[in-house]
């Protein structure tokens, strides 16, 4: 019998190949990872049990070090760990070391106030877009001020992890970041004189469902119709592009285009919750500002709905009632000579009822500030400033004006009405310009009786109140302020705070009264 010889090279070749599939074939253990929120130059949230997690293989033990404490935990069955912090106060720079199957140190890591920055594209706007940019940026230089950026990522169903990193705020780092968020960031961190950071989460384009969770809005039938909207829109979709791609070649002849995928920015709803927002859970925060609402001012009713549910969401799933301050539609489209409805009209409407009925909201109006040619107006920083004024003066208790007036409360005066205001603060004046100008009438009021056609009214600032009136219109019964897209409105507080607009009916699509 012949015994054929193997080549040295094959035997050397098989060799390799063996230990190299021995190798491959043992079980290794996983390296120590954590999500990305957690990075060198992060902000962790002081004077809170803030949570750190991640992954490491079954039942490893994991030991946490950071400002004299060090924390044990186990990760479990599946590898996941969780280990909360006792409370530090505001403070660093420290290093933060984990140590597992391997070591991780995050180095110049504060302790301070985190603030979730999300919306739609007002909140994306970055500041090297803004008004006053370049002063902005060669100032932000800022150890104390850090940024990270979430990247657009929607998804199905609920993510483990996003993609950014935290920066310092420099001239090299802030100009792609959100204005918004740059400008009430920086206003923070100079009036309290601690580290802020900020996540910065936004999306231009996108409706509130989408950063809502399916569970919440499957909850609510209204909300629920939503969902049920947009996989109808899919699934017609679906059905449609089948049909044409049976015979693409005759459509192509015919000059018929394939069908268009219904899709948007971040696709449908919960998607960038799922991808976005979820992820970031459970990070310590202090609170979140919000953007949003042009893309839901076609239905500013459910917008009632949506708004309360999604910050109750949210604070549900990051473990605290953290404040929540939104920002109010500005004025966009040209103006109207008559009073009219308005879609944006009633959206602000929802916004302030939102900051009205739920604890720890606020908002900032910025009714004077739009620009009517374009939905991005470029001053963000009075936006910021005036977010930083609704969080210092609610969650941080100082002792400011941190709102202009609020409507409160209605009475008929033979002929006139009277209105009174909350957060009227030194006193209501019209704005600097118009006084400037020497015209201290009050502009932005319209009057109606019972058959509910509004006219513009007279308005007289009257201490704390503002009176009301219209020869046209004898046995008045309602009165709206600022109701329009783009009203010409100019009741301020003399903190320099524009007052909400608002109406004291609730009367669907009134009808509009002739020139």
Same mark, same amino acid.
């Given at each position: 019998?012949?015994?054929?010889?193997?080549?040295?090279?094959?035997?050397?070749?098989? #060799?390799? #190949?063996?230990?190299?599939?021995?190798?491959?074939?043992?079980?290794?253990?996983?390296?120590?990872?954590?999500?990305?929120?957690?990075?060198?130059?992060?902000?962790?949230?002081?004077?809170?049990?803030t949570?750190?997690?991640?992954t490491?293989?079954?039942?490893?033990?994991?030991?946490?070090?950071?400002?004299?404490?060090?924390?044990?935990?186990?990760?479990?069955?599946?590898?996941?760990?969780?280990?909360?912090?006792?409370?530090?106060?505001?403070?660093?720079?420290?290093?933060?070391?984990?140590?597992?199957?391997?070591?991780?140190?995050?180095?110049?890591?504060?302790i301070?106030?985190?603030?979730?920055?999300?919306?739609?594209?007002?909140?994306?706007?970055?500041?090297?877009?803004?008004?006053?940019?370049?002063?902005?940026?060669?100032?932000?230089?800022?150890?104390?001020?850090?940024?990270f950026?979430?990247?657009?990522?929607?998804?199905?169903?609920?993510?483990?992890?996003?993609?950014?990193?935290?920066?310092?705020?420099?001239?090299?780092?802030?100009?792609?970041?959100?204005?918004?968020?740059?400008?009430?960031?920086?206003?923070?961190?100079k009036?309290l004189?601690?580290?802020?950071?900020?996540?910065?989460?936004s999306?231009?384009?996108?409706?509130?469902?989408?950063?809502?969770?399916?569970?919440?809005?499957?909850?609510?039938?209204?909300?629920?119709?939503?969902?049920?909207?947009?996989?109808?829109?899919?699934?017609?979709?679906?059905?449609?592009?089948k049909?044409?791609?049976?015979?693409?070649?005759?459509?192509?002849?015919?000059?018929?285009?394939?069908?268009?995928?219904?899709?948007?920015?971040?696709?449908?709803?919960?998607?960038?919750?799922?991808?976005?927002?979820?992820?970031?859970?459970?990070?310590?925060?202090?609170?979140?500002?919000?953007?949003?609402?042009?893309?839901?001012?076609?239905?500013?009713?459910?917008?009632?709905?949506?708004?309360?549910?999604?910050?109750?969401?949210?604070?549900k799933?990051?473990?605290?009632?953290?404040?929540?301050?939104?920002?109010?539609?500005?004025?966009?489209?040209?103006?109207?000579?008559?009073?009219?409805?308005?879609?944006w009209?009633?959206?602000?409407?929802?916004?302030?009822?939102?900051?009205?009925?739920?604890?720890?909201?606020?908002?900032?109006?910025?009714?004077?500030?739009g620009?009517?040619?374009?939905?991005?107006?470029?001053n963000?920083?009075?936006?910021?400033?005036?977010?930083?004024?609704?969080?210092?003066?609610?969650?941080?208790?100082?002792?400011?004006?941190?709102?202009?007036?609020?409507?409160?409360?209605?009475?008929?005066?033979?002929?006139?009405?009277?209105?009174?205001?909350?957060h009227t603060?030194?006193?209501?004046?019209?704005?600097?310009?118009?006084?400037?100008?020497?015209?201290?009438?009050v502009?932005?009021?319209?009057?109606?009786?019972?058959?509910?056609?509004?006219?513009?009214?007279?308005?007289?600032i009257d201490?704390?109140?503002?009176?009301?009136?219209?020869?046209?219109?004898?046995?008045?019964?309602?009165?709206r302020?600022?109701w329009?897209?783009n009203?010409?409105?100019?009741?301020?507080?003399?903190e320099?705070?524009?007052?909400?607009?608002?109406?004291?009916?609730?009367?669907?699509?009134?009808?509009?009264?002739?020139?």
């Open positions: 019998m012949m015994i054929r010889r193997i080549p040295r090279q094959l035997s050397l070749l098989l #060799l390799t #190949l063996l230990l190299a599939t021995r190798a491959y074939s043992a079980d290794p253990q996983p390296s120590l990872h954590l999500p990305a929120i957690f990075s060198d130059n992060m902000v962790l949230q002081r004077n809170f049990a949570p750190i997690w991640g490491a293989s079954p039942n490893q033990a994991i030991t946490l070090t950071i400002a004299g404490q060090t924390k044990q935990a186990t990760a479990d069955q599946s590898g996941k760990w969780l280990i909360k912090l006792d409370p530090i106060k505001e403070g660093g720079p420290y290093e933060l070391s984990i140590s597992g199957p391997s070591t991780i140190t995050y180095k110049n890591v504060l301070g106030d985190v603030w979730i920055c999300s919306g739609q594209s007002n909140m994306e706007f970055q500041l090297k877009s803004a008004r006053d940019a370049q002063p902005a940026i060669e100032s932000s230089s800022n150890p104390n001020l850090r940024l950026t979430v990247k657009k990522n929607p998804a199905n169903t609920p993510l483990a992890d996003v993609s950014g990193k935290w920066d310092e705020s420099s001239p090299a780092t802030s100009p792609s970041f959100s204005a918004v968020g740059y400008f009430f960031g920086r206003e923070l961190q009036e004189n601690v580290p802020i950071g900020l996540i910065h989460t999306w231009g384009g996108t409706a509130i469902q989408l950063w809502q969770s399916k569970e919440v809005m499957e909850a609510d039938p209204e909300m629920k119709a939503v969902i049920d909207g947009w996989q109808t829109r899919v699934d017609q979709y679906e059905a449609q592009l049909k044409y791609q049976l015979d693409a070649a005759k459509a192509k002849e015919e000059g018929k285009p394939a069908p268009t995928a219904p899709r948007g920015p971040g696709n449908g709803p919960a998607t960038l919750y799922n991808g976005m927002i979820a992820p970031l859970v459970p990070y310590g925060i202090t609170g979140a500002i919000w953007y949003q609402g042009e893309s839901n001012a076609g239905n500013a009713k459910l917008y009632r709905k949506q708004m309360p549910a999604m910050i109750n969401q949210w604070r799933e990051f473990g605290r009632d953290f404040p929540f301050y939104q920002v109010q539609l500005a004025n966009f489209m040209k103006k109207d000579a008559q009073p009219v409805d308005s879609d009209a009633e959206l602000r409407e929802a916004q302030l009822q939102t900051a009205q009925t739920n604890p720890k909201t606020g908002m900032a109006v910025i009714i004077d500030i620009e009517a040619n374009d939905i991005h107006p470029k963000k920083e009075d936006v910021g400033k005036r977010l930083a004024l609704a969080a210092l003066g609610t969650a941080y208790d100082k002792k400011i004006e941190y709102s202009g007036p609020e409507y409160d409360s209605m009475k008929v005066e033979s002929s006139k009405i009277r209105l009174t205001f909350k603060g030194s006193g209501l004046e019209v704005k600097t310009d118009d006084r400037a100008a020497g015209a201290a009438k502009k932005g009021f319209a009057i109606a009786g019972e058959d509910k056609k509004f006219v513009w009214a007279d308005a007289q201490g704390n109140s503002i009176v009301v009136s219209s020869p046209e219109v004898p046995n008045p019964v309602a009165v302020y600022g329009s897209n009203p010409d409105c100019n009741l301020y507080n003399k320099g705070l524009p007052a909400s607009p608002f109406r004291t009916d609730n009367w669907p699509k009134a009808p509009i009264a002739k020139p």
